[in-house]
């Protein structure tokens, strides 16, 4: 199914009547304004979602800062939306899809049939002239039912051996990816043999995702072929939902590693590599020579959750 639908697009299905359910996913790295924003300007009908206590369970530093919740929690979750099994849900946010993407791989995880990222979210609805509307919604409660594992996702072990058979994409800011900063996690760097591809090279100025050929060029440019084992990683999870939803419109499936980078440099036995390259200078390729601490202090980019 298609991953994406435009604002002119969602616009006709509202208008047409067909049943759609609007999640608003309002969340950055480091704020707690998302639902003040969405109580503020919000598409006509649509639900909050609350990304760090619906989409994520209680971090653990040997899970990561958002784990996946539990199937059955998220499907209370679901239903408190106003989810029924047959409804199409549309995911926005106003951060060029980076948030809104973990509930749509999560909902594809747990075999939803219809779900989409809206192109350019908020700001792409705007812009077409379309109204917006204020205040809390609250739906009567859905009957959904959820399943698990739809979507392939990776280990910790894996994740540190994927690069020996795999492409390993790091969906963080450049400057997390070579250790020059860190501003959440307990080191810097990244996993070794991981490919730096932050996520904002996945869409335009105003937020929309690249154009199917523009993105398949950029991952070629990262060294994907049409055979490559993709896996993804960000900071905790978030992010590297985007990366697979822009890898799936560019026509690769690839799995996320849901611990990330906050499991990996929480478990001291895991090494991790500084600089731009994929490897450590002079190491065997296995990173049996990368750096294992150089937490950074400056406050730095958060893209990359």
Not at 45 to 64: K, M
Not at 155 to 184: C, F, K, M, S
Not at 223 to 252: K, N
């Amino acid at each position: 199914m298609a991953t994406l639908i435009s604002a002119s697009e969602l616009h006709a299905r509202i208008e047409s009547g067909k049943r759609t359910v609007l999640l608003d996913v309002r969340w950055v790295l480091g704020r707690s304004d998302g639902h003040a924003e969405y109580q503020s300007a919000r598409l006509p009908g649509a639900v909050f979602v609350d990304l760090p206590t619906e989409l994520a369970d209680h971090a653990q530093p040997r899970q990561g800062r958002h784990p996946l919740p539990a199937r059955d929690r998220f499907q209370e979750s679901a239903r408190k939306w106003g989810i029924n099994d047959d409804d199409t849900v549309v995911a926005y946010d106003n951060s060029g899809s980076m948030a809104a993407a973990r509930v749509w791989w999560m909902l594809r995880n747990a075999d939803f049939g219809s779900v989409y990222l809206l192109d350019g979210g908020l700001a792409a609805w705007r812009a077409a002239g379309y109204a917006v509307e204020s205040g809390e919604v609250s739906p009567a409660v859905g009957n959904v039912t959820l399943g698990a594992g739809r979507m392939p996702a990776i280990t910790e072990h894996e994740a540190g051996q994927w690069h020996r058979n795999g492409v390993l994409l790091d969906a963080r800011a450049g400057e997390r990816y070579r250790g020059e900063v860190e501003p959440i996690d307990p080191r810097a760097g990244h996993i070794p043999g991981a490919v730096s591809a932050p996520t904002t090279g996945n869409v335009t100025a105003d937020g929309r995702f690249l154009p199917a050929e523009e993105l398949r060029r950029r991952f070629e440019e990262l060294g994907l072929t049409e055979s490559s084992e993709v896996a993804v990683y960000c900071g905790s999870g978030v992010t590297a939902s985007h990366e697979i939803a822009a890898l799936e419109i560019a026509g690769y499936r690839a799995a996320l590693y849901p611990g990330s980078f906050s499991q990996w440099s929480n478990n001291a036995a895991n090494p991790v590599v500084l600089g731009k390259d994929p490897f450590d200078e002079g190491a065997d390729g296995a990173g049996d020579h990368a750096a294992s601490s150089g937490t950074g202090t400056s406050a730095g980019s958060s893209v990359g959750a």
